[in-house]
């Protein structure tokens, strides 16, 4: 069996109080870190104080941008114990990722043994305010140092930790949403359905419009006619049309798997309500708001669990939702998800790992 070395930090921080944290600030006193070689495997399991990479300037990330990362949160249970929600689920995708991005796969029990290491080592870390959580970051990343275009023959993995503060300071606030039909994300036969780095810079730029026109994120539409919903920048996105669920298929290799989408999914038919996974077009949407029956929008992804949408603005023609006000079925599954990170529901589908 594969031991994992731990280093300890003699040069531990300070922890942040739980009403300081925000989101991605600060970062716990270890990291989880692996290397890989060809014809080595992957090799040197290790927990290592937090800290600076030395990599050089020709490091293949920097120039072809393989990339993959995950995030995934751990929690403390109303019984004091240190938990986390389906984190197989993500290291599974981070093995999709890395195998679109040609990079090597990783032994998916090894990475959970190094990571419920991580977490038992740091779990004081973990915030105890109500909704607040430890962020969970692994990140893979090409270390070859050569301009040739081709995959690395090295890798570096790595998981970083960060304390994390409520996502809803305030309470469930809907958010204002900019489809764009001008930018495109993903295309069939791309790479949107990994967690890859580039997907993410690809989204900057109508991102940065969206804010200009008093949206929070961008929704994105199909490559190929600019008609059918995909998903917004950060996460998945579902609509609640004359009392039908239906949200975007991963059919079409064009959208991220979340585990948060999967999760809804799930607990949406449990409870009674009929779930599509189809394409549905934006005039679709706008159409059934027009007949009064588009019901609700929100959006699902780990950092904020549920996002509720009260407002979309496609070409200037802008549509308010729920009179915008989050949904009675949003704000359950929302409740729902919760309550079984926190132990405070059964988790009858075997989604809670305990570290």
């Known amino acids: 069996m594969t031991e994992i070395r731990f280093v300890k930090n003699r040069n531990p921080k300070t922890k942040p109080k739980d009403k300081e944290l925000g989101f991605g600030r600060y970062y716990t006193d270890h990291m989880f870190v692996m290397d890989y070689e060809d014809g080595r495997g992957w090799y040197d399991p290790r927990i290592i104080p937090y800290g600076p990479f030395e990599v050089e300037p020709a490091a293949m990330v920097f120039h072809y941008g393989q990339a993959v990362f995950e995030g995934v949160k751990a929690y403390w249970d109303q019984n004091g114990e240190p938990v986390s929600f389906r984190p197989f689920e993500n290291i ?13 796969t990783l032994d998916e029990d090894l990475v959970w043994k190094g990571l ?28 070859d140092v050569s301009l040739g275009v081709r995959p690395s023959h090295t890798y570096r993995l790595f998981i970083l930790l960060s ?3 409520a996502y809803y300071e305030e309470g469930m606030k809907p958010i204002r949403i900019y489809v764009t039909d001008e930018y495109v994300r993903a ?30 994120q961008v929704l994105w539409l199909d490559a190929k006619e600019h008609r059918y919903v995909e998903e917004v920048g950060t996460m998945n996105i579902f609509f609640k049309i004359d009392n039908v669920l239906i949200t975007a298929p991963l059919s079409g290799g ?9 999760s809804v999914i799930t607990l949406a038919k449990e409870m009674g309500y009929p779930v599509e996974e189809r394409p549905l077009s934006i005039q679709e949407v706008f159409d059934a708001h027009a007949a009064g029956k588009l019901d609700e929008v929100f959006g699902t992804g780990t950092a904020a669990v549920i996002s509720p949408v009260g407002v979309l603005n496609w070409n200037d023609r802008i549509i308010e939702i729920n009179g915008g006000k989050t949904g009675a079925l949003s704000q359950k599954l929302f409740d729902r998800i919760t309550a079984i990170q926190c132990g405070k529901e059964p988790d009858s589908h075997g989604w809670i790992e305990r570290v």
Not at 254 to 262: A, F
Request: hydrophobic residues 35%; contains cysteine; positive net charge.
């Open 116 to 143: 419920k290491k991580l977490l038992e080592i740091e779990k004081d870390w973990i915030p105890k305010a109500e909704g607040t959580s430890l962020y969970i970051r692994p990140l893979i990343i090409a270390t």
């Open 163 to 165: 304390p994390v503060g």
């Open 254 to 262: 064009t959208i991220l798997g979340g585990v948060t989408r999967d």
């Open 187 to 216: 295309a069939q036969g791309g790479a949107g359905f990994a967690k890859t780095a580039g997907n993410y810079a690809i989204s900057l730029y109508a991102a940065e419009e969206a804010r200009k026109k008093g949206c929070t």
């Open 92 to 104: 599974k995708r981070l093995n999709r990722s890395a195998k679109r991005l040609c990079i090597p």
